[in-house]
């Protein structure tokens, strides 16, 4: 069990990360949010690798074609293998149709052997989506897990037991923050209570529980990572705001912010990485296996971590009827 240290935390920070690099060229790698920070500089180092098909996604078209352009720039690729497609989290009729997409798409015949799962947004104001959810969590908690239930059938599709798929979830440091969560018992609705930008970083007990769900020998890898406090785009909607601007400046010299390439090796490094078992339903940080917070671990974390999966599952199948068929199917039920 872990507790944050700033000590560690710097140690991390200046630590040099492995650019690791793996054998794909017959596997299928999808990329969610490529088009900047460390989404952009983790899809070239993909792409770099020249895998059967890379399948990547921005918010809409446009930035889907411009990104698709700054690819093979970067890399020389002529982009034959490249897909981008449009994907905007805020929606879960976006995930739907994204999902329909692919599935439509002849080279997913193959399966998905990788999924990162990273685009993440952050906002000053309490903003609702048109599915009236509070953007943050609609996008970073929500979307990310009706997506990730809609590609599994992908993902076991394209296992083998020699390599396993894998599932990459982008946390962050934050998950360490559960204080708000001490008398999560007590609330009536885990979901309606956490419609609220004051919570974060659900992801890890959503890694936990799928995992603990997946069959054993498990077909899918599923894990999380966190980047490391980087200079990206994260904070992209604070823009005309000139104080807040300059406090994520200032934080970002102070607190050692590592460059967008540095933190996405961290995300490839979950993707290709070997042993990719010893990360399944665990928590990554500078491209190792660390531990996670100690809430977790405790009767009443395990409690809060079964609630939140069980209603997050039973709102979702309202979204989209396919989610229970899929975790009946795929995951061992309770």
């Given amino acids: 069990m872990g507790k944050f240290s700033i000590v560690q935390y710097f140690r991390e920070q200046w630590q040099a990360l492995p ?17 900047v920070g460390i989404g952009l500089e983790a899809s070239v180092h993909l792409a770099r690798m020249k895998p059967r098909a890379l399948f990547m996604t921005c918010r809409n078209e446009e930035k889907c074609e411009r990104t698709r352009e700054v690819l093979m720039e970067r890399t020389g690729d002529d982009g034959a293998g490249i897909t981008l497609l449009p994907l905007d989290l805020s929606s879960f009729d976006s995930v739907r149709a994204f ?4 599935t439509a798409d002849a080279r997913s015949d193959h399966g998905l052997n990788v999924l990162v799962a990273k685009a993440g947004t952050f906002v ?9 959810w509070e953007v943050m969590f609609q996008v970073n908690y929500l979307s990310m897990v009706l997506l990730s239930i809609l590609v599994l059938p992908h993902l ?110 961290t995300l490839v490094h979950a993707a290709v990485g070997d042993d990719g078992l010893a990360m399944h339903g665990r928590y990554l940080s500078s491209c190792r296996v660390t531990e996670e917070d100690d809430y977790i671990f405790t009767p009443a974390g395990k409690a809060f971590s079964g609630r939140l999966w069980t209603e997050t599952i039973d709102t979702l199948s309202k979204v989209d009827g396919r989610v229970p068929e899929i975790v009946k199917q795929y995951l061992r039920v309770d």
């Fill in 19 to 35: 650019i690791c690099s793996g054998d794909v060229g017959l596997k299928v790698v999808g990329l969610v949010g490529s088009n």
């Fill in 99 to 102: 999902a329909a997409t692919f």
């Fill in 124 to 132: 000053q104001e309490y903003t609702r989506t048109g599915d009236d």
């Fill in 156 to 265: 076991v599709r394209a296992t083998s037991s020699e390599s396993p798929s894998r599932l990459v979830v982008v946390s962050s440091f934050g998950h360490f923050g559960v204080g708000k969560l001490k008398n999560a018992g007590q609330w009536k609705s885990v979901l309606e209570t956490m419609n609220d930008k004051e919570f974060f970083n659900r992801s890890i007990m959503f890694v936990r529980e799928l995992a603990a769900r997946l069959p054993s020998p498990t077909p899918v890898v599923a894990c999380t990572v966190q980047p490391g406090f980087c200079r990206s785009n994260l904070f992209r909607d604070l823009d005309g705001k000139w104080h807040s601007r300059t406090f994520v400046s200032l934080a970002s010299a102070l607190f050692s912010a590592r460059t967008s390439e540095q933190g996405s090796r």
